[in-house]
């Protein structure tokens, strides 16, 4: 058989983390067993579905890598299919109109809650005769459902779940002005692009008993399912804003790698024996449902810290820089061009092992970008002062004079040049620093002089020189 996924976010709002788990695991399954992973946009709800939600999606999964196969399917225009198949349903007897007016709705469950009752649909119409039919009314389409015997859900992670049948009242297929209800544009749309596995979050598990009484009035095979139990926040309970709750693309703009996003994802409810770090291709070649956890799992921002780290110190310098850069146009206002970014890539080396995100990262490097001359900060004008700046005077000739301008060939002059004066390293390398940065923090002063190059750096011995003495 082959494998058809489908990630079927309702785009009401931001695509949560959970979402977004949800999206990896029905991509990695599809991409693992050589299958199709479909997206679909339910966007039946048409007072809270948003166009910028969609944008959202899409944005979203396209920053997680998570390519979907073929277009986009959007339920809402497909409402006239759903609504054939509720007539479909009717004509083979296992559907019916349903005449209830709100007020006998409400009286009916009014009248259950009294007499301690599940609130159910009581069959008023089941077996009615539609003559009976109040003039001019329109009516719900209802699911003529089993009654006796029990439905099984044979779920893949939750294991064989049984509800009765008796349990479950006749769902409205149309709701009364027509428009198709969700279970069945859910399953009318599962079958008709072809689904073969149903994985998705576990609060949709009694959903899949609906859907699968569906399936089987339909005579349609119904899919296999997985229900994937739900992320919590760290203490356990259900997940706040401040602990995570934040759409995906959240992450992106908090600085986060997206293999890091990724990594963390698959674990969060995955797991491979001991295995932490999982780059993508590793998982497309793991990936299994069996290996999915039963109980619900807990959101933990070091954990994606820690993994974001290691992403980050293996990132290709290159592209570090550019999504630095994203960043750090942010801090400093401007955007930047070619050379700038070439200038942070050579800086990448000593800055990535440095920070644990990218805004960190962009933070860190604004010293490489502030124009000369140089603002120097309350610490750095502290340290720069005549006699500092008589000692830079007299170390400028010596690097001017170098063969090579690498950080190694700078330690060595600058050790050198602190030993005749007999100086501690920090007593050359404090003034150096606040000459160069305009403040007292950096990746090793050796590693800025390298990336500054000879003549910026020299010329910036020259300013603090001519400001301070
Ligand atoms: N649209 C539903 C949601 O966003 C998902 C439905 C499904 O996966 O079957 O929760």
Same mark, same amino acid.
């Given at each position: 058989m082959t494998v058809v996924t489908r990630f079927a976010p309702s785009p009401?709002?931001?695509l949560h983390i959970g979402g977004a788990r949800t999206a990896l695991y029905n991509w990695l399954y599809a991409r693992h067993t050589g299958g199709t992973f479909l997206l679909r946009i339910e966007d039946t709800d048409r007072k809270r579905s948003t166009d910028a939600a969609i944008e959202a999606i899409f944005d979203s999964l396209r920053w997680l890598g998570l390519d979907w196969d073929g277009e986009p399917l959007f339920q809402f225009a497909r409402a006239?299919?759903?609504?054939?198949?509720?007539?479909?349903?009717?004509?083979?007897?296992?559907?019916? !109109?349903?005449?209830?007016?709100?007020?006998?709705?409400? @009286? #009916?469950?009014?009248?259950?809650?009294a007499e301690g009752r599940p609130v159910r649909y009581d069959g008023t119409w089941r077996d009615r005769d539609p003559a009976d039919a109040p003039a001019g009314a329109s009516p719900a389409i209802r699911l003529k459902s089993p009654q006796e015997g029990e439905t099984v859900i044979r779920d893949l992670v939750q294991g064989d779940v049984t509800i009765a049948n008796a349990q479950l009242d006749d769902m409205i297929l149309l709701r009364s002005d027509g428009t198709p209800t969700y279970m069945l544009a859910v399953v009318v749309d599962d079958h008709d692009m072809g689904v073969s596995h149903v994985i998705r979050g576990d609060d949709h598990l009694?959903?899949?008993?609906?859907?699968?009484? %569906?399936?089987?009035?339909?005579?349609?095979p119904s899919p296999t399912?997985?229900?994937?139990?739900?992320?919590?926040?760290?203490?356990?309970?259900? #997940?706040?804003k401040r602990q995570g709750a934040v759409g995906a693309e959240a992450y992106r703009d908090m600085g986060f790698l997206p293999e890091a996003m990724q990594n963390y994802l698959l674990r969060l409810g995955w797991g491979h024996g001991d295995d932490e770090i999982i780059p993508l291709e590793q998982a497309v070649a793991w990936f299994d449902l069996s290996g999915v956890g039963k109980s619900p799992a807990r959101f933990d921002m070091d954990k994606l810290?820690?993994?974001?780290?290691?992403? #980050?110190?293996? @990132?290709? &310098?290159?592209?570090?820089?550019?999504?630095?850069?994203?960043?750090?146009?942010?801090?400093?206002?401007? !955007?930047?061009? &070619?050379?700038d970014i070439a200038v942070l890539a050579r800086a990448m !080396?000593? #800055?990535?092992?440095r920070a644990k995100t990218l805004v960190e990262l962009a933070q860190n490097a604004t010293f490489l970008?502030? !124009?000369?001359?140089?603002?120097?900060?309350?610490?750095?004008?502290?340290?720069?002062?005549?006699?500092?700046?008589?000692l830079l005077l007299d170390l400028q000739p010596h690097l001017a004079a170098l063969d090579g301008w690498s950080a190694d060939v700078l330690e060595a002059a600058v050790r050198?040049?602190?030993?005749?004066?007999? %100086?501690?390293?920090?007593?050359?390398?404090q003034p150096l620093r606040a000459a160069l940065t305009g403040g007292t923090v950096s990746p090793p002063i050796f590693d800025v002089l390298d990336v500054f190059g000879r003549d910026e750096s020299l010329a910036r011995l020259d300013d603090a020189v001519a400001r301070f003495s």
């Open positions: 009401t709002g931001f006239e299919r759903h609504a054939e198949v509720a007539q479909a349903l009717i004509a083979a007897g296992k559907a019916y !109109p349903c005449y209830c007016t709100p007020d006998e709705l409400t @009286a #009916m469950r009014e009248k259950a809650r009694t959903n899949a008993a609906r859907q699968i009484q %569906l399936f089987e009035a339909m005579d349609w399912f997985a229900h994937i139990p739900l992320i919590h926040g760290p203490d356990g309970a259900k #997940m706040s810290t820690a993994l974001n780290l290691h992403y #980050m110190k293996q @990132a290709d &310098d290159q592209r570090l820089a550019r999504l630095t850069a994203v960043h750090l146009e942010e801090v400093i206002g401007r !955007p930047l061009g &070619d050379d !080396p000593s #800055m990535k092992e970008f502030r !124009p000369r001359p140089l603002e120097f900060d309350a610490k750095a004008s502290k340290i720069l002062n005549p006699d500092t700046s008589a050198a040049f602190a030993e005749e004066r007999e %100086l501690g390293l920090g007593k050359v390398a």
